[in-house]
């Protein structure tokens, strides 16, 4: 029993002392206060900051509505990195225990879509008691988030979209500019009676069902006086839209701000178009200044320079009262308009090059270029598509979906059998190696082929019915020639001798292409290196690639850095891969490819004018024996004056390269000059 009171007397003494202790600790100062205020503020957790909210404060704003606030203005901002600097108390300055009020100064720092912030402002707080535990709470008012800010007001934003940077070609002509689209639309008070007429007429002008039309002049916001779009088309078709209007004085059109690309088809792949931003799109680039009413690069140039076209958005952070009265700017940025890029293209030998394929509803693709500079004039594909109705929506990309002809495939990107214009590019590396072009080679018929082959024959075009030597073999296109140089130089030399004309790597271009390559895995068998040789087998050459590869004949053995921008600094991708005695010889014999009667490209011979070049052409087919398809190959280049090389290759023809050379020498006589 005794024990027990002991044990009694004990606890009593120990809950005395920790009610002693509890009363003697300090109350937490409300500079320490707002310093948690502050802590949960930077994190983003409003609803801590609200529990330290003064009673007065909670009666004025709810929880829900003090963290909705919060986050939709600073999410609406696009606030980063916000910072509140609150005030210390000097430990030696002793607090008056009287007071129950104070005004504190703060400032807070952040960044936002239009800048960064800094101010400075004060709370007022106020010692409550509760439950005998006394705390500072804040007086919070909306002027915490902003000093202009009351209650009843709104922070609102408007974006200053920035001036898309145009693209031009060399000398300044535009491929893509900030231009105009047209909207067809009618005005219901200007019909006189001619309603149902003039919907009717107008429905079969434009292909737009009379539903439709109904259907947009029913809009709850139309009024008699107001303009109603319809359609909306290119602004090239802004002839045939002024004709509309002798249906009646109802049909009129607007010109609306657009993108327009000029040279439409003839540069789609290349230049691209821009389209509104999507909500997949605008999730995807978050942060980067964008908003539900931009506009974006999809394809070519367009998208893959879109930083610097775009430019940067500017932005206005600003209150309004209740009335929607706009009474204080926060912060405010200007819009960067884009930069504009020029590029060595030149428009007139792109739309040439683009005719050549259309006349005849050709697929392929073409690519021009300054065998000396580098600079690229040209690139080409066809079938095309025109971006200027991507960009008003009167097209997407399901309308080509059931296209055998792939108009949105960009083929001067890809890679593809090269034929017979690699036959250069073979006897380059036979010559580097010691390949007498002067011995002859003697062969009769029209096929050869090893006896360990398995009946598998390389076949010619034509028997000379001589033998033949280098100039021989390139004038006639000889496939036996360059089977049987590959096999005698051996797979180690023409794999190693392909990979220093830029084979199986990336050819530094502002534009991303398929490496070029010699096989899958490596030439596994005779028969692939022979077929190598004369450009089958799985060698694969972009066409860029190809044209940069001849141009080693003109420069004495070196390959320019192939250039796309005028601001571009003139450099050599590809030095000393041959010599420039070499180097001289085979553009001798390439240039008797055209000047001979017997050469394969004799069509493109164009008096006053000596033109070098090389015919291709590849077959596809699963046996020698069946009728495959051909693409053929074309490439050439003016000596005398060698500001000009172009090369076009055209898929599925027959004739293969024959079909071609006559479409390269139009474009050499279209640009004499």
Known sequence: MENQKKICKLITFFVLMLLLIGCSEELPTPEEALSDFAGHWEEGNYELMYELLSTDSKEIISKELFVERYTKIYSGIGA???????????????????????????????????????????????????????????????????????????????????????????????????????????????MEGLEDYTI????????VSIEEINAALNQSWVR????????TVTNDKKEFVKELRQISEGVTYLEVPAREYPLGEAAAHLIGYITPITKELLDKNEGKGYNSNSTIGRTGLESLYEDELRGESGAVIYIVDEDENEKDIIAQKEAVDGKTLKLTIDSQIQRTIYEQFNKDSDVGTGVALHPISGEVLALVNAPAYNPNEFVI????????????????????????????????????VALEKGWDPDQKLHYEGLQWGDPSWGGYQVSRVKDPKHDIDLTDALVYSDNIYFAKTALELGKTTITEGFKVFGF????????????????????????????????????????????????????????????????????????????????DRILLDLLQVIESPNGTASQAKINGLPLAGKTGTTEYKLSQDEEGKENGWFIAVNTENPELLVLMMVEDVKGGSSYVVPKVREVFLTHLN
């Open 504 to 583: 199986e790597d990336t050819v530094p271009f502002k534009y991303p292409l398929t490496t070029s390559q010699i096989a899958n895995e490596g030439i596994n068998n005779d028969v692939q290196l022979a077929d190598t040789a004369y450009g089958q087998g799985e060698l694969l050459t972009n066409p860029l690639h190809m044209s940069l590869m001849y141009t080693a004949f003109l420069n004495g053995g070196n390959i320019p850095k192939p250039l796309l921008f005028k601001d571009e600094e003139q450099e050599t991708w590809r030095e000393s891969i041959i010599s420039e005695v070499h180097a």
């Open 393 to 428: 929506g009167s097209v997407t990309e399901t309308n080509y979906s059931e296209d055998e002809t792939r108009p949105l495939l960009n083929r001067f990107t890809q890679a593809y059998a090269p034929g017979s214009t690699i036959k250069a590019i073979t006897a380059a």
């Open 224 to 231: 008699p006086d107001t303009f109603v779009p319809v359609k």
């Open 200 to 207: 009717s007429e107008l429905s079969k002008q434009i292909d």
């Open 80 to 190: 980063k990195n916000i910072a509140v600097i609150t005030p210390t108390r000097d430990t030696e300055e002793e607090m008056d225990k009287e007071l129950t009020e104070i005004i504190l100064e703060y400032e807070q720092t952040m960044n936002t879509i239009a800048g960064d912030l800094r101010f400075y402002a004060t709370v007022d707080l106020k010692l409550e008691e509760k439950d005998e535990v006394k705390e500072w709470k804040v007086n919070w008012t909306p002027a915490m988030i902003f000093p202009p800010l009351d209650y009843g007001d709104e922070v609102r934003v408007r974006t200053i979209n920035p001036k898309r940077g145009e693209i031009v070609d060399r000398n300044g002509n535009e491929l893509a500019k900030n231009g105009n689209a047209v909207q067809i639309g009618l005005v219901l008070d200007r």
